[in-house]
């Protein structure tokens, strides 16, 4: 992918949907989900997107129970991959980032989880967009460090963690999580795989 200090407001928005439409389609299914993926996926031009919201249509909200609840085949949190750090600055680092671009996303999971994670990294591709369409070359550049800081940091190493396991994931979310690693790149921080635990202060995180 280029540089996004090459890319065109467009094509930032662009990145922008397609980074929203992966956070969709790691949410729980909802009544309303089916529709606000396919209207996403119009507006994303990568095929894969495209082929992920097709194959998400027969998803359940049983599924994602089973896939990522506490008892699940595969963690979508951070905390699941952070080894011996502290889990609790872990996620106060989360809440750093997010406070100091005022993102404040409609949730339902942790601030760790790779649905929310994913929501910030296309909320900041916007926020860079209406920086160049506003000529504040300053603030684009400093939405632009952080998105690539935080998604190398954080997203990475969540999406890397949660590509080990590939095999426990329907085909969707393996193209999705194909597409998230091969958009960031190496991981700054490396997932600690060798954990089952999901949740933070258990023995992988503590």
Known sequence: MKDSSELNSRELLALAASWR??????????????????????????????????????????DYHRLFGPAGAVSPREVSYCGFEDPGRL????????HAFSFEPRREES????SVQAGFVGYLFLKQAY???????????????????FAKEHAGRCAWGMSERL????????????????????????????TTDHEPGGPSCG
């Open 111 to 114: 601030i760790d989880h790779l």
């Open 21 to 62: 439409l992966a956070s969709l389609l790691l949410e729980r299914p909802r009544p309303e989900w089916r529709s606000e993926i396919a209207g996403l996926s119009a507006e994303v031009s990568d095929p894969r997107l495209a082929r992920c919201a097709a194959d998400a249509e027969g998803a359940t909200e049983e």
């Open 167 to 194: 095999e426990a994931l329907p085909s969707y979310l393996q193209i999705l999580l194909s597409w998230m690693t091969d958009e960031i790149g190496p991981a700054l921080r490396q997932p600690d795989v060798r």
């Open 91 to 98: 996620l106060a680092q989360l809440s750093a980032f997010y």
């Open 131 to 149: 920086a160049q369409l506003g000529n504040d070359l300053t603030a684009a550049a400093i939405t632009k460090e952080a998105r690539e800081s």
